[in-house]
């Protein structure tokens, strides 16, 4: 297959996210600017309401004539309740963006609104890959090494040993397929190195894992995240979410060390002043936008979940994102592993 | 009772932690040399094996006649397997030594060394507390508003509902007395604030938390442990454990990744050399020596953890902590609270 002629239809919920509908055109109009290239095979669709749409377009300066409009007339709202809301919210962005995707009108969706709507839109109305009984959702930490990718990072909590296994399934191929790694390690998070070590879950899951032709390298402890030539770690959502959110947590503390040794006298001010640029460069890599999102795998179809603060740049990485796991044929790929391992 | 006069007994586990003896006889000297006042009421008692002290104190210029030598024959290496090494190792540091502490010949015991062989010998010869099950350990983490402690940091997984409710009461007590808050707020952690978020355990262990007297503020997430003001935060020793270890990984990581901007160009070696040392002053606060070693709490008498890689520093703050603990009666006021919200 020439993927780079594969033609590329990305949905977008212009109304996700605490800065909708503005990021989500700045971001869209960023990838109509600067990917050439790309542009000629992708078709960006603007979920939401049209008027909404039309309004943050002249505002912000995006050509509608190069997109497509998916009018909505309702939107999730971040505080909604997401189960209950994709079920009554037939016309929001998030559930006939969806619905688009799963007629095959378009290849992917993307949105930075109410998370747990994603998952239960993706999930129910996208349909899970069969054999996947627990969709994942991952997300990419910097390390020493580049890159580790985190599964399960909140999409489901109370996993059993099995569901493990699933995530270091899907896991794997993505870290093939987007993260370049020729053959994926896998380990499993735990309290030790030491096989036995952990809770009853990840005991089971450790066995099941071995048990699999996945290049699994055993436990690993949470500072191995960060530190450790590992690509792939496995976790129970509830776990990984922490981390995720312990992670987001550093950056907020190390930020305010800095502001406070500047603000303690002159002479710290003007030493911090001089070096501004370089903590931004060096601390560049700890910045979630890079990533743009964490993509739902083990539906259907493509779905990538934003932050709800996402940045303009956040929403293009989205979006790009999406393109490239669409001209990889993730969703296949993903489905033939699921076949061999899980089979 | 005027505390400043007690006397306190504190037995050191000379063969403890992976640069025994020499770290610990220098940490035990930098307490003798800066302590002058403690020094009147503190009688430091070395567990080891009393040759490798003698030549240990030699080198390190440790004045003997200031201290009590208790000689063991034996020693828990870090790779014993921890529960049979307490069987087996009677004449060990740790067994030797925890039992002079339960017999009251001293009133607190710390160590480096295996941390499985700590907590099992804590459990079983000093024995729990009445109305505690689970004995927790607890991890410092610096936050925005000065330090977070978070219960359990790797004790015991699988941890039941009522299990975080002894670590909240503990925990509460320790935040009370050790990190002098006036009424310590608790939290939850959990994957987010709503309540009947989580997992099975953390939803039940909300309503318990939420019938206390203690000062529960409800779920937070991971990053409340370092941005929000919160004091004591309650989860599994699972999960506890793995947010130690990541932030760890933290510290390892921005090293990385100022060495590697360091090493890109010339300019960016001065620009790093001209605030060295401002990004040791920035970063002190991550240093986990500043608070030496783990409290496990829920014991009869006080035991400190200290990290396998203790510097001299972090030794002596262990034992600086335990003097504090003793003085500030910990161990009564731990069992009162507990008669109060567990009985």
């Known amino acids: 297959m020439d993927s ?24 869209i109009r960023q990838v109509l600017e600067e990917s050439q290239n790309l542009r000629n095979n992708l078709q960006i669709i ?26 909505c007339d309702d939107v999730i709202e971040m505080s909604d309740s997401p189960v209950q809301a994709v079920r009554v919210k037939k016309e929001s962005s998030i559930v006939k963006g969806m619905y688009y995707v799963k007629e095959g009108n378009a290849d992917a969706f993307v949105s930075a609104g109410n ?17 996947v009984e627990r969709p994942t959702i991952g997300t990419m930490l910097p390390n020493v090494y580049g890159v580790c990718a985190v599964f399960d990072a909140g999409a489901n909590v109370d996993a059993k040993p099995h569901h493990l ?16 790694k020729p053959n994926p390690t896998v380990g499993l998070l735990n309290v030790g190195e030491e096989e036995g070590k952990g809770n009853e879950v990840v005991k089971k899951a450790h066995e099941l894992l071995k048990e699999t032709k996945l290049n699994f390298v055993g436990n690993v402890e949470g500072k191995d995240i960060l530190k450790s030539n ?42 911090i002043g001089l070096v501004k640029n370089s903590f931004r460069e060096i601390f560049s890599d700890l910045n979630y936008e890079k990533y743009g999102g964490v993509p739902l795998l083990g539906v259907n179809h493509i ?15 989205m979006i790009l994102k999406a393109a490239e796991m669409h001209e990889k044929d993730l969703i296949n790929k993903l489905k033939e592993a699921v076949k061999a391992h899980l089979g």
């Open 4 to 27: 780079s002629k594969r033609k590329c239809r990305i949905v977008i919920d212009v109304m996700g996210g605490d800065f909708a509908p503005g990021n989500n055109i700045l971001g």
């Open 46 to 71: 603007l979920a939401g309401k049209k008027a909404e749409i039309e309004k943050s377009a002249a505002e912000h300066k995006l050509d509608l004539s190069k997109v497509e409009i998916l009018d």
């Open 115 to 131: 998370t747990g709507a994603m998952m239960a839109a993706s999930t129910f109305i996208l349909g899970r890959i069969p054999g």
């Open 165 to 180: 296994v699933e995530h270091a399934v899907l896991g794997s191929i993505f870290a093939h397929e987007i993260l370049n």
């Open 230 to 271: 590992i690509d792939v770690v496995v976790c129970d959502g509830f776990i990984g979410n922490i981390v995720l959110k312990f992670a987001e947590g550093v950056i907020v503390l190390l930020k305010h060390l800095i502001k406070s040794y500047a603000d303690a006298s002159l002479t710290n001010k003007l030493k």
């Open 303 to 317: 779905s990538i979940i934003g932050h709800g603060s996402s940045s303009p740049l956040a929403i293009k990485n």
